[in-house]
Structure formats: C-alpha cells, structure tokens
C-alpha cells in the first residue's frame, strides 16, 4: 500500500506578500510622512520593489542566515527592507530607536549585523550605534535625504534586477526575525522568530475570534514595527488582503485622527497609550472617526475607564489582548464582538497557544480555574531559547514562565493580576500593585497609574501611589483611595500619593516602573 501525499509547502513569510501581489494587486499600503503627505502602493509593486531590495542585500555581500538590522519607523520603505531580508532568507534585527546608542550598539554587536538600514531622521543615531559597534560595515538610508557620502537606499535599486534573488529557497524552520525584549524587568534578551513561527502566528491573528482581519478592512498599525514584529501586523494585512496604513514616526493624537479619517481605517491596533493621545485630542479639538469600528489594545493592563472612555468618544469596540515578545507576541484574545467584554480580561488562547497555571517552583496547580498563579505558555510560535544561549528557556515539559501572575476565569478567559518581579513585600507580607492599579484606574478622572514600593525602615518596603489625571482635574487623595478601603486589605493601601504630569513611559510605551523605582523608590 502506497499512501498519499501532501503537497509540499514551506511556510516562509515570503509568501505573504506573493499571495497580497497576485489576488490583492491593488489593495494599497499607505505611509504618512512627515510632511502630512501619504505614499500609496499596491501589493504588486511593493513586492517588485523589495525583490531589488534583496538583490542590493546580495549584491552587498549578504546571505542566508546572516543578520540585518532596521533602525527605522513604520513606513512602506521599511516593509519592503522586511520582506527584502526575510524573503532571501537572512535575520531581519529590529532595533529600538527609543534606546540609547550603547543599547543598541550591545544589541547589534551581538547580532554580528554588517548592515544597518536606517531613517534618515535617525542617521546621527545610527552613526553613534556604528561606531559603537565593529560589526557594522555599512549604513543604508531611507525615507529622507541621505546625508553627504552616506548610501541612500532609493537609487541604489532604481536599476536592481529584482529577478536575481529567489525568495523562499530555504526551510520553514529557518530564522527570519530576531528582537530584543525591552528590558522593563531585567536585562534585554534576543528573541528569534522563524517564518514557520510567525506563518502561524499570522494564520492564528486571522481567526474570526483573533483579529478577524478581512480585504475588506483598512488596518492602521501604531505599534512599532520595531516591537515584536508589529504584533504580527505586516503579515497579516497582506495575508488577507486588507489596506496595510502605516503612520510613521508620527502617533499623537492629531496625526491619527487625520490618518484614520484620509485612509477610512477600520482596525487600529495599539497600546492603550496611544489611543488615550487620541482621545485626549478629540476631547479638545472635536472631531469624529466615522470609519473606525474596532481598537485593538496590549501590552500592558487597561484601565476601566480609560477603555470606557475610548469606547464613548471614539463609537468602538475596545478589543483586549495579551501576549509578550517570546509569544511572536500574540497570546490570547478578547472576540471582537463579545458583549461581556471588560478591560480586565484579556481573552481566550486561540489554537497553537496553550497555558498553565504554576506555582512560585513551576509545579502545575491542581486547580487551572479562578485561581491565581504563575502563568506559563507553550506553543508553535512560543521561544525555546533566547538568541546566543545554549540553555532552553523554558521548563522540561515545555512550558515558558512568563513572569505574570494571572487567573483563568470558568470560560478560559485570561486575567492578568500582575507581574512576578513587581509584588512589594511590606512586614513580610506580599502586596500586589496591580490590584491597586485596577481600583484607582477605574476613576473616571485617573488617566494612569501605578503603584512602587518605597524603602521603610520598618517594614522594609511600603506602597506609594502614582498618578497621571485627566487634563487640569483635581482629585484628592482621599477620592483616589477611597475605593481601596472596600477592595482591598488595610495596610496594601499606599502610604503616599503621588501626582505627576505626565507618566514616565518604558521604550515599547508600558509605564516605566523601573525608572520610577529610580526615582521615588528610595
């Protein structure tokens, strides 16, 4: 007996934007400048543009396997050097422009990139990573003018023969992207992605209770394409055949009201930050976004109100979710169209994401429902092992410990209840900041808030609070900690309350807990 067999089908992310090019032709990716001017192109000649883009790479000297690095915003430009580098098979590095230069420099080095593709805006920075680090041989410009005597990308392929390079001639299992976590809770890690992680990252993101992302839809991506392959985003758009709408550099408040309204986007996706900018601005200036249906959140929890108040101004649907750079980075979704939706839950895992509860030694807890524990995940596009160890990050049964704490509620919904690495331990006794945070963010006029613990000579830390309230409102101390009194135990109450003006935020847009522990910890 003979049995049948299965075509095959490498899963390379190439394939992506062959797909968007041959049945999508026409459906555009759109790029804000700064000028406020917005560049079109189809999937058709986009390909055709990053297809001379990877012959230039070769031309260059670069190969399978070898690292490229971005230093760059979220432009077509910057999508075509993405697929360039994946689709000929070398390592797309993604360096944050929101970090010093010896961050970066460490990062590159240990990547051993030999190119940087940078923004022009972003060159002086790119010129300090260089020189920082020996491995960097050659700066390549784009989206701007090319300083004196350095190489601009543009006319460098006007004349490429994009026919030279064969994209996808390599194994599904091969690398193709590598980011650096943000270093909010310890020192930055590489995380490898490879095209079969992240076509099947891509595939989930497309699930009807995911992102439910169709041609129909026009896709606006604040999160940073630098962070954690833009969630995903840059391969999704082209895999259904949505509008791909990138807003550059620019993500205050006014850029996205009128990008959003120029380019009829439908799904923004985001952290909480960005939207609030946007609500802040429509709050002061008027104006409605009659196109938008659905925001899409992460990366940090979601305060009640603030996701009431985008829901009331903005006429969405405030969709949830929760993942991390090791998790490619989706890891559960909050359905589009779920009535019993709220700002503390962030969804169920689609197919390829599994989670475990475990103890503070990683022994699985006899009970997976409405108990808190120590959240761990295994899955096809979760990391083994961080990039340049030898030793697997995750346990003997394949479970990664996120550092969360978390619930699963009795339908298998998420809830995150806060981080490991931030519990303030006060006379011995464990205080959980994001109890607090979740109370006092529910105030209507709270914007943001975060709870440290502060050095005591007694009970060896004690929790102050933090503010950031809505513009030129006065809440007193008594209003923010009053609800406290009915939620949680007496002495987690914070001893101080802090106001500040604006809320310190980490690279990838989290609040910054370690620079306020810097600050106002001692």
């Known amino acids: 007996m003979i049995d049948g067999e299965a ?16 049945w999508h032709p026409r459906a555009e990716v759109a790029s804000a400048r700064e000028s406020g001017i917005v560049d079109r192109v189809g999937y058709a000649q986009l390909k055709q543009r990053s297809q001379r883009v990877s012959a230039l790479l070769a031309n260059f000297g670069v190969a399978a396997g070898d690292r490229v690095a971005t230093l760059a915003w979220n432009t077509q430009a910057h999508v075509e050097v993405w697929y360039a580098i994946m689709g000929m098979g070398a390592v797309c590095h993604t360096l944050n422009p929101r970090l010093t230069a010896a961050q970066l420099a460490a990062m590159a080095a240990q990547s051993e990139a030999k190119v940087l593709i940078v923004s022009a805006d972003l060159f002086p920075l790119a010129e300090q990573i260089a020189a920082l680090s020996p491995a960097v041989e050659r700066l390549v410009v784009i989206d701007g003018a090319a ?56 595939l989930r993101l497309l699930q009807a209770d995911v ?13 940073p394409m630098f962070h954690a392959n833009a969630w995903g985003l840059p391969f999704a758009a082209p895999a259904a055949g949505a509008k791909l ?11 996205l009201a009128a990008l959003i309204n120029a380019e009829s986007v439908t799904i923004a996706v985001g952290i909480a930050t960005v939207w609030l900018g946007l609500v802040e601005h429509l709050e002061t200036h008027g104006g409605e976004l009659p196109s938008l249906q659905r925001v899409v959140v992460g990366g940090a929890p979601l305060p009640p109100a603030l996701m009431e108040r985008i829901e009331s101004r903005l006429g969405v649907t405030v ?8 998790l490619s980075p989706s890891g559960t979704f909050a359905p589009p169209d779920d009535p019993s939706r709220t700002a503390a839950v962030s969804g169920r895992p689609a197919i390829g994401v599994d989670l475990l509860l475990a103890d503070a030694e990683g022994r699985a807890l006899a009970q997976q429902r409405d108990v808190e524990g ?25 479970w990664f410990p996120t550092g969360d704490l978390a619930k699963i509620d ?12 931030d519990l303030i331990k006060s006379g011995g006794e464990w205080i959980n ?48 900690l009053a609800p406290l009194r009915d939620s949680v135990a007496p002495w987690w109450i914070p001893d101080t309350v802090i106001r500040i003006s604006r809320m310190p935020l980490a690279p990838t847009g989290k609040i910054d807990k370690i620079r306020l522990r810097d600050e106002y910890g001692g």
Request: contains cysteine; proline residues 5%; hydrophobic residues 40%.
């Open 7 to 22: 075509q095959a089908f490498a899963l390379t992310l190439d394939k992506f934007l062959e797909h968007a090019a041959k």
């Open 211 to 223: 992102m439910a992302i169709t041609a129909r839809d026009s896709v606006l991506v604040a999160v």
């Open 319 to 326: 969709q949830t979710s929760w993942g991390m750079t090791e």
């Open 147 to 202: 300083p004196a005597g350095a190489l601009a990308l543009e006319p460098l392929i006007a004349d490429a023969d994009e026919t030279t390079v064969e994209w996808g001639a390599f194994a599904e299992t091969a690398p193709s992207g590598l980011c650096f976590t943000s270093g909010t809770t310890g020192a930055p890690k590489g995380v490898t992605y490879t095209h079969r992680s992240s076509y099947l990252h891509t």
């Open 410 to 421: 009795s339908d298998g919904n998420l809830l995150i209840t806060g981080r490991a690495k």
């Open 245 to 255: 709408v990138l807003p550059g550099r620019n993500i205050d408040g006014a850029s």
């Open 433 to 480: 900041p994001a109890e607090i945070e979740a109370v006092v963010s529910a105030h209507p006029e709270v914007s943001l808030a975060a709870v440290i613990g502060r050095q005591h000579p007694k009970w060896g830390e004690r929790p102050i609070l933090l503010v950031q309230t809505r513009e030129q409102d006065v809440i007193s101390d008594e209003a923010l």
């Open 374 to 398: 120590h959240l761990r995940v295994r899955g096809a596009a979760v990391v083994e092992r961080y990039f340049g160890d030898e030793q697997s990050a995750t346990d003997a049964d394949g």
